[in-house]
């Protein structure tokens, strides 16, 4: 077990939270999606109502270790300003830094008062960040007397902010949101309620084998979606058109059936498949039956009526469930349809614990607008496949044992 932020003791201190404001910004500057930001809400709230000074830091974008104005996390200050006022009912004060580490910036931190808030530039303004620089993660540690770590999303990487700054202070401890993620997925492959039921989907096999091999011994029945799919039906002397297929994971996709047959676990996979010659929203669609070929110069991009059928019945028998990845070509709404099927079976099934992660997937609940009747839609694609594969998370690790 880590420290957790309620295990510290926080009024006048300078508390360093390193939060995931990685948001989607339009042409303007405006944030699009103020999910993150939403997210960590209860972990500065509570910083604050426990009267921290409190400085937050986080990337945004890509911009490849220099400066970028339209990265800029000055764009998202205005946002988080208008949220926590909201949510504390009054002005909170949100001070901005022009830059994440150096004297000026250091000396914003130092004058904060309790209650208080600064967010700092983009980490990723400077290619220290990434490297894990020493020099840098000391300089980001002067901010503060105590690390919390709220971005879930981040906690895979190895960086200076999550990693690194761990070095110079006494503790470091996980925030609310980074502790509910942990507290969802640790208790499923743990000590999961049964059935537990799994859904993979996306392109690649080569994305999924980690969580296929580790999740193999731990549920009771595993769906799979999406391109993948076609790789595994392929592997079983199926003709698949021109359907995305990873020829060199052939050999892999039979064992990992036959290491499902031997464990006498239920590995679906699709009974009948939405097929179209090209991925545009005005291709024509067809359907076929898994037990036949798909047709020269066609291709699967989704899952018909009869696989959301079977697969539907099984998420309704489960007790905990954990989604990854889109069924089809989630992106194209005709193709887009097994994608909300699954979303809807999973939300209707108001007994289990269900579990969502990756970006279509997310997407999909909230396009079938039943994101409110998921038990947890986690924050951290990447990081909630490396924990679904029984990795060790770098942030995560690096954090104070209670």
């Not at 039921?197 to 690649?204: D, E, N, P, Q, S």
Request: glycine share 10%; proline share 4%.
């Amino acid at each position: 077990m880590k420290l957790s932020i309620t295990d510290l003791t926080l009024p006048n201190l300078r508390v360093f939270i390193r939060v995931d404001f990685n948001v989607p910004l339009d042409d303007a500057g405006n944030v699009t999606d103020d999910t993150r930001i939403r997210e960590t809400l209860p972990t500065i709230e509570y910083a604050l109502k426990h009267k921290a000074r409190v400085i937050l830091a986080s990337h945004l974008g890509r911009p490849k270790g220099k400066p970028n104005p339209k990265m800029s996390l000055k764009l998202v200050a205005a946002r988080l300003r208008g949220l926590l006022d909201e949510r504390l009912g009054g002005e909170t004060g949100v001070g901005f830094s022009p830059d994440c580490i150096g004297a000026h910036s250091e000396q914003m931190s130092t004058k904060l008062a309790s209650g208080q808030v600064l967010l700092l530039e983009n980490l990723r303004f400077h290619p220290e960040e990434e490297a894990n620089d020493e020099n840098f993660s000391r300089q980001l540690a002067a901010h503060c007397d105590v690390y919390v770590n709220d971005a879930f999303g981040s906690a895979h990487r190895a960086h200076a902010s999550t990693v690194g700054i761990t070095h110079f202070v006494k503790k470091s401890a996980a925030g609310l949101l980074m502790q509910k993620e942990l507290d969802y997925l640790g208790k499923a492959l743990s000590s999961p309620e049964r059935p537990f039921v799994a859904i993979l989907g996306g392109a690649k096999v080569s994305d999924k084998i980690g969580v296929i091999q580790n999740l193999m011994s731990k549920v009771d029945a595993l769906l799979i979606g999406g391109a993948m799919a076609y790789t595994f039906t392929k592997s079983q002397g199926r003709e698949v058109g021109k359907s995305l297929v990873e020829d060199d994971k052939l050999d892999l996709a039979r064992q990992l059936l036959a290491g499902a047959k031997e464990k006498n676990l239920k590995m679906l996979l699709p009974l009948d498949d939405v097929i179209t010659d090209k991925l545009s929203a005005d291709a024509r669609a067809g359907m076929v039956e898994a037990s036949k070929a798909i047709p020269d110069g066609m291709m699967g991009v989704d899952i018909g009526p009869r696989t959301v059928a079977a697969y539907s019945a099984e998420i309704a028998r489960a007790k905990t469930i954990v989604w990854n990845g889109p069924m089809g070509v989630f992106e194209i709404s005709q193709f887009a349809e097994g994608t909300v099927a699954i979303a809807r079976a999973v939300a209707n099934n108001r007994n289990a614990v269900s579990i969502v992660g990756g970006g279509d997937s997310v997407a999909a609940v909230h396009a079938a607008g039943v994101a409110d009747k998921i038990s947890h839609i986690s924050t951290g694609g990447g990081a909630s496949l490396e924990f679904l594969e029984g990795k060790k998370l770098p942030g995560v690790e690096a954090l104070t044992d209670k």
